[in-house]
């Protein structure tokens, strides 16, 4: 080196033309002496940190480092006068306008002719574009690992380059399992012309959005997902990969089919409940007789007392018991005393709570107008029991006014036989006792329940 003992005698002309290079460096190039105050500061050194070479020499080189890594500045400082050079020391250093500046410097001792370290050279390089870059990339390698979708890249022959945690438990193959392997191991063999597709789209440049499809696990079970592939392109915009972002759709797809399935129950049963109304309403005018307004809007609302409770347990069943006691909500205060309820709980298809709710609504309505509920002292207990295959429903009316066969069937009577009968496959037995009115169905249990498990004890 210059100045070493040994070292070539430099000339003025050498000095002039040396530091004609160093004043034309891209690198910020700056001296001190040993204990700190600039010599020299080239013009690359203005051009970052905005202060001129006449601004500087003379002053601390201090003057550049924040406070709160003076002191590290300083150790350095010694150490590199001492006679150790330091290389590529990555720190922050001050702009004129007081911006923090991330740098790489590299430290080095001057000697004298006689070997003496009688100042510091620096070279500073701006750093802050690679730093910010770095950064950049670590946060989108941590948001790729911490994804909860599967992040996958890709050469254009398929072949994996990388596979986040998330691709990891949605396929059950592990990043030491995919990387180097084909991306076409986790496609059924049925679907592997959708992967010529995809690579096809992404090398013209497309992208490809949630596009919906199946793949394969680890383990051979088949899953839903949806699938967005992006071309990977290198500096130069030439297209030399794709990356795939993965989600299991399984528990969507399965929720969208319940869906579907219950939009068409509704349909379904808006149909039937029109149809229903339609029946009633006509049974109500038959022989021109004139529609009996309260008494229609009360069936309805037995209807909708139904509705209210299949709703409740998500259109599937209706519990015998809460069925009951809706259809009785306007005698409530009487039941545990009047009113006797027992019977193990069963759960009912809407179509056999339909028919029993419309027949205990029409019972209690005849008992409050007509029968044991019509005075102060009557009873009424209404049993069911399951014997084996079949199910049995009991109304009994005690201790009411003396009752006598009507003249001539209404619409309440057909409810209670013929509705019932026809909708359960019952057989069903009305007596119009003087001691009181006796209700008796039985039918097959499987009518009433889709299981007969669904009868509970």
């Known amino acids: 080196m210059h100045g070493m003992p040994g070292a070539p005698r430099v000339t003025d002309d050498d000095a002039a033309y040396l530091a004609a290079i160093v004043n034309a460096s891209a690198d910020a190039i700056f001296g001190t002496t040993t204990d700190g105050i600039v010599r020299s500061w080239n013009a690359a050194c203005e051009r970052m940190l905005g202060y001129s070479a006449a601004e500087m020499i003379g002053q601390s080189i201090l003057d550049i480092v924040p406070p709160e890594l003076k002191r590290e500045a300083l150790a350095i400082r010694d150490r590199v006068s001492s006679g150790d050079p330091i290389e590529s020391f990555e720190t922050v250093r001050l702009a004129k306008d007081g911006r923090p500046i991330e ?3 590299t430290y080095s001792p001057i000697h004298d002719g006689q070997g003496q370290v009688i100042g510091v050279s620096g070279i500073l390089r701006d750093v802050t574009t690679i730093k910010t870059a770095q950064r950049s990339a670590a946060m989108l390698a941590a948001i790729v690992a911490s994804s909860s979708d599967g992040v996958v890249s890709k050469t254009l022959d398929g072949t994996v380059t990388s596979w986040n945690k998330s691709a990891e438990r949605i396929f059950g193959f592990s990043e030491g399992e995919m990387i180097n392997r084909s991306i076409r191991t986790i496609i059924p063999g049925e679907r592997q012309a959708e992967e010529d597709r995809i690579l096809a789209t992404v090398v013209s440049g497309q992208i490809i959005d949630n596009f919906e499809t199946v793949r394969l696990r680890k383990d051979g079970a088949l899953i839903d997902v949806s699938v967005t592939v992006s071309p990977v392109r290198d500096s130069t915009g030439r297209i030399i990969g794709a990356s795939k972002i993965v989600r299991d759709i399984t528990d969507k797809r399965q929720t969208r089919e319940q869906l579907r399935t219950l939009l068409a129950e509704v349909n379904h049963r808006s149909k039937n409940m029109l149809s229903l109304v ?5 049974q109500m005018t038959r022989h021109g007789r004139q529609l009996d307004l309260n008494r229609f ?12 409770l299949l709703i409740q347990n998500d259109w599937r069943f209706i519990p015998i018991a809460d069925l009951v006691r809706s259809q009785l909500g306007a005698f409530r205060d009487l039941i545990g005393n009047r009113i006797t309820i027992a019977g193990p709980q069963i759960e009912l298809t809407p179509e056999a709570a339909q028919a029993i709710g419309m027949a205990v609504h029409e019972l209690a309505t005849n008992a409050a107008k007509y029968g044991a509920l019509s005075g102060d002292e009557g009873r009424i207990a209404l049993n069911w029991s399951c014997d084996g295959d079949d199910f049995d429903m009991s109304w009994h009316e005690s201790d009411g006014p003396p009752v006598t066969v009507p003249e001539q069937r209404g619409f309440g009577s057909r ?4 509705m019932v009968r026809a909708g359960l496959d019952a057989a069903v037995e009305v007596d119009f006792a003087p001691t009181g009115l006796r209700w008796h169905l039985r039918c097959p249990l499987q009518r009433l329940s889709r299981s007969n498990n669904h009868a509970r004890r």
């Open 278 to 282: 339609q029946a009633i309403a006509r």
């Open 415 to 418: 409810v209670i036989s013929d």
């Open 103 to 105: 740098v790489a410097i």
């Open 297 to 308: 809007l009360e069936r309805l609302q037995a209807i909708a007392g139904n509705q209210d």
